[in-house]
Nanobody, 126 residues
């Protein structure tokens, strides 16, 4: 099992920035990602990071605003979110793919990710 623990969510105003953190532990994994789910909507892919290479993939909806990076030594991954808007309001989840799933770029559909954190709420007021 891979254990994931998110932190850093909160209430911010439109235009603000926020950084989410994901602490990973347990078994090795190939890819960490961030997905979000807004009320009444399906879970949506935001970003992924290859743990071995550090390569990242950012969804078109977040490109130029969101960045994902890691601290390999601490087994931490981060999602830096800039220029937030109310449309970014959602529960943000850290997720991981198992070590055997090594393809890059990764498959991003929500049902591919094997391991999930509990989620952290991000609310952006207008």
């Amino acid at each position: 099992q891979v254990q994931l623990l998110e932190s850093g969510g909160g209430l911010v105003q439109s235009g603000d920035s926020l950084r989410l953190s994901c602490a990973a532990s347990g078994r090795p994994f190939s890819t960490l990602g961030w997905l979000r789910q807004a009320p009444g909507k399906e879970r949506e892919f935001i970003a992924a990071l290859s743990w071995s290479s550090g390569s990242t993939l950012i969804a078109d909806s977040a490109n130029d605003r969101f960045f994902m990076f890691r601290d390999h030594a601490k087994n931490m991954a981060y999602l830096q979110m800039n220029s937030l808007s109310p449309e970014d309001t959602a529960v943000y989840y850290c997720a991981a793919q198992p070590l055997w799933r090594k393809s890059w770029p990764p498959i991003t559909q929500a049902d591919i990710w094997d391991y999930w954190g509990q989620g952290t709420q991000v609310t952006v007021s207008s």
